[in-house]
């Protein structure tokens, strides 16, 4: 079982900056990657960014440029650095740690991010 906690969330206007962290804790030598993703009022979850065990990275195309995902392994920590915020970035935040093991994953509570025009 591996317990994921997001922080960093909150209201910043547009062209701002804000990074996310999610902490895991638990079985996280099961994790092979690490991904954000977001879900905006009526409309679906959608992958932000994602990270996996070797370094590499990917980034949905509406953030490329603006968004950096990173990890901190000595504290168990990845961070979604969000430059050159626009409105539409507004959305509650999901982490998610993908297990080694088919099927499995495992989500954080999510924090909100809003960003006023």
């Known amino acids: 079982q591996v317990h994921l906690v997001e922080s960093g969330g909150g209201l910043v206007q547009a062209g701002g900056s804000l990074r996310l962290s999610c902490t895991a804790s638990g079985n996280i030598s099961s994790i092979k990657a690490m991904i954000w993703y977001r879900q905006a009022p009526g409309l679906q979850r959608e992958l932000v960014a994602g990270?996996?065990?070797?370094?590499?990275?990917d980034y949905a195309d509406s953030v490329k440029g603006r968004f950096t995902i990173s990890r901190d392994n000595a504290k168990n920590t990845v961070y979604l650095l969000m430059n050159s915020l626009k409105p539409e970035d507004t959305a509650v935040y999901y982490c998610n740690a993908v297990s080694a093991r088919v099927g499995v994953d495992y989500w954080g509570q999510g924090t909100q991010v809003t960003v006023s025009s």
């Open positions: 990270i996996l065990n070797d370094g590499r990275t």
